[in-house]
C-alpha cells in the first residue's frame, strides 16, 4: 500500500462523475477503488481517457444505489452509470478462478412444480456458467466475483492492476506494477504464454500500451507474444476490429506499426497486406505505410478526429491500386477493378479484423473518386467537389502526388481550383464561373429534396 504523501493522484485530476460513484459507494459501506488505466495514466502525469471503478457491491447492489445505471455485458457483466457527459464503468471485483469449471456451477432452480413444467423444458439445463473456457483455456465468460486481490491478479498488465482506495487516497499495488511504471515495462500479470492463451486479445493490447506510453514489452512478455502470435487470429473479429482502431487512431500508429512487424502479429491481423509487404522490393510499400502512418498521427496529434474509413483507405490504399493496376493493364475498368480487388481483400480480411459493411463501402469509395481528379473539365470538378465524401478522397489524392511526385501538374490544378471555389464561396473575389455552377447545383438539389416520396406519388412504382 502507498499511502497518499507517496504518490503524486491528485482528486483534482479525477473527474467529478468518477468522485461522485466512489464516494457514493463508499458511503453505502462498499469498498470503491479507482482502477486500470485511470490510475495508471494519473500516475504517469498523462490526462485518463476514462475512469473505472471496482468495488465489492454485486451488480444488483450497484444498480440500486444509482438511479442512472444501466447493468450491461454477458462475457463481463458491470454497471454503466450515466452522467450527462461521461459514463464511468463499474465493475465488481472478479476472481481468478481458474479453477472453478462448468460442471460444478449451480444448476437452475428446478421449475416450481413438476405438473406445471411445460413438457418440453428441460428442468436440468445448468444456468448459463459464470465463467466459461475453451478446452484450451481461452475465456469465453468471466463473471465469478472475488477479492480485490483477486481482482488485480486477473488484469492484463501489472502498470493496469494499481487501485486508488477512495476511503484513504492509497494507492494498493498487489502486483509490483508501481515498479514497472517507473521501469517503463509492459508485463503481463502471472505467466505471460498462459494469460495470452486465455485472452489473444491481450497481445494486441501490448503493443497499445507500449507504443501510446513508450514503454518497453519486458522481455518474456515479448517472448511469449512472439510464440502466441497466431492465437489473435482465434479472437472474435469484431473485438479486433475495436482494437485495430484503437491500435493506430491513438497518435502513436507508426510506433505502433513498427512494433507489430517486429512481433509479427502485423500478419496475423492483416494476412495479404503482410504478405505484401513482404515480397516487395527496395522497401518501398513500407516507406508508404510508414508515410501514410505519419499522416495519420499528424492530424490525431492536431487534435484531427479520422474517421475510420479515411485510417483503413490511407493503410490498404497503395495495396488496392497495386492489385487494381493488375486488372486494369488486362482491360477491367478501374471501378469494377477496384470493386472486384476490394470486395475480395474486404472477405479475407474480415474473417481476422470484422470491417464493417458501411466502413468498407466508404473506403471503396474513397479510392474509386481517385479517377475523377482525372476530369478537370466542364462541370465534374464542380459537381465532384461538392460531394460530401470529397474532403477525404482530396486528402489521400494529395499525400499520394506528395508521397510519388506523380501528376504535380494535377495537383496544382486542383489547388487553384478548390482556392478559387474557397474565395468565391467567402465572397472575396468572386471567380464567374465556378460561382454560377455552385448555385445552379445548390439550387437543383434542394428541389430534389422537397419532392414528395416516390411511393406517394407514383403507386406503381
Ligand atoms: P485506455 O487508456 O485505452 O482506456 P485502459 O487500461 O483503461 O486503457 P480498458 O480497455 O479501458 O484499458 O480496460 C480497463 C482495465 O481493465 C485495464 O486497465 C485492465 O486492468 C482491465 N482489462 C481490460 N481488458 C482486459 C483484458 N483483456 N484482460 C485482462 N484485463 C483487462
Ligand atoms: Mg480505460
Known sequence: MIPRASHHISRRYISKNALKVLYRLKDAGHLAYLVGGGVRDLLLGREPKDFDVATDAHPGEIKKLFKNCRLIGRRFRLAHVYFHDEIIEVATFRSLASDVHEQEETPEPAAASETSAPPHSDRKRPRPPRLLKTEEGMILRDNVFGTPEEDAL?????????????????VIDYVAGMDDLKAGLIRTIGEPVQRFIEDPVRMVRAVRFAAMLGFDLEERTMQALIEQRERVALASPARLYEEVLKLFLLGEAEKVYHLLRKTGLFGVLFPSLGEWFETESEGYPNVWIGKALEWIDGCVQAGRQIQPHVLLAFMFGRFVESKTSDLVAVGMHPHAAIDLVLSEFFREQSARVLIPKKTALLVRDMLRDQTRFAKTSGRAPLVFSSRP???????????????????????????????HRHDAASGESIGRQPEALHHRQRRKRRRKRRRPPAAQTDPVL
Open 154 to 170: 486477473r488484469r492484463d498488465f501489472t502498470v493496469n492492476a494499481l487501485f486508488y482506495n477512495i476511503a484513504d487516497f492509497s
Open 389 to 419: 465524401g470529397f474532403a477525404d478522397a482530396y486528402a489521400y489524392f494529395r499525400f499520394v502526388r506528395e508521397i510519388t511526385g506523380d501528376n504535380q501538374d494535377l495537383s496544382a490544378w486542383w489547388a487553384e481550383f478548390l482556392r
